[in-house]
């Protein structure tokens, strides 16, 4: 499954599915990106991080890819789990100081 | 738990009442940072300390919150004759800053849930 972050804030896959959430950011100059995920109650968790110098990242079952030219972030996540359902963020560094701005959020929902 | 820790989880208040949250981040963590998060948003850039010294504050910061870190430890946000407004998720996160370095990934704590009546 795949969402376009703020026009499609909500996500539903099957188990076991690869999912995909989108996120548009709104600076040229940010350098840093960090996917967090968040689960009601409780607050934001890092997943994984993305330098501009990079158009690419993988952790484990996850990937970010960055692509600067149109401003866009991805976070793909493999083989979906039930406790993977949260609502994901995107944030970003603007080089403009040490705030990172957060977008609305994709709630992706993992249906066994 | 060597996390970022905040008490308290949830607070109720009446309007017009102050309160005050309190945060620990990551010990050996130099930057600390304040959020707020309102049901189905992201969270809101509120403040940002360095060591002791407070270094940006964000205009939704009005002049009835204050927040403090006098050891550069463990941080307090005030926020004085609250007002149902100001209902929301009150975030600190921190992080490992160096200096004239890239900004670190920030590490979230749980927040304070803020209800006021």
């Known amino acids: 499954g795949e969402s376009v972050g703020l026009h499609l804030p909500t996500l539903s896959v099957q188990e076991g599915d690869n999912s995909i959430i989108n996120c548009a950011y709104s600076?040229?100059?940010?350098?840093?990106f960090i996917w967090y995920k968040q689960e009601s109650g409780k607050g934001p968790q890092f997943i994984i991080d993305?330098?501009?110098?990079?158009d690419k990242r993988q952790g484990q079952r996850v990937t970010v890819l960055l692509n600067k030219t149109v401003k866009h972030l991805s976070l793909q996540i493999a083989a979906t789990q039930p406790g993977d359902s949260a609502v994901y963020f995107c944030?970003?560094?603007?080089?403009?100081?040490?705030?990172?701005?957060f977008g609305t959020g994709t709630s992706l929902t993992v249906i066994p | 738990d060597t996390g970022v820790s905040q008490n308290p989880r949830h607070k109720i208040t009446k309007r017009g009442q102050n309160v005050t949250f309190r945060c620990d981040p990551i010990s050996e963590h130099n930057r600390l940072y304040w959020y707020r998060q309102t049901l189905g948003q992201g969270p809101e850039f509120l403040t940002y300390f360095q060591n002791e010294a407070q270094l940006e504050k964000s205009r939704l910061l009005s002049d009835r919150f204050s927040a403090e870190r006098p050891k550069g430890s463990f941080s307090t946000l005030e926020i004085q004759r609250t007002e149902q407004g100001d209902s929301a998720m009150y975030l600190c996160?921190?992080?490992?800053?160096?200096?004239?370095?890239?900004?670190?990934?920030?590490?979230f704590g749980p927040g304070t849930r803020l209800l006021v009546l």
């Open positions: 993305i330098r501009s110098n990079m």
């Open positions: 996160a921190s992080s490992l800053g160096l200096a004239g370095g890239q900004e670190e990934t920030q590490y």
């Open positions: 600076n040229s100059a940010s350098d840093y």
């Open positions: 944030a970003e560094n603007r080089n403009t100081g040490n705030q990172f701005y």
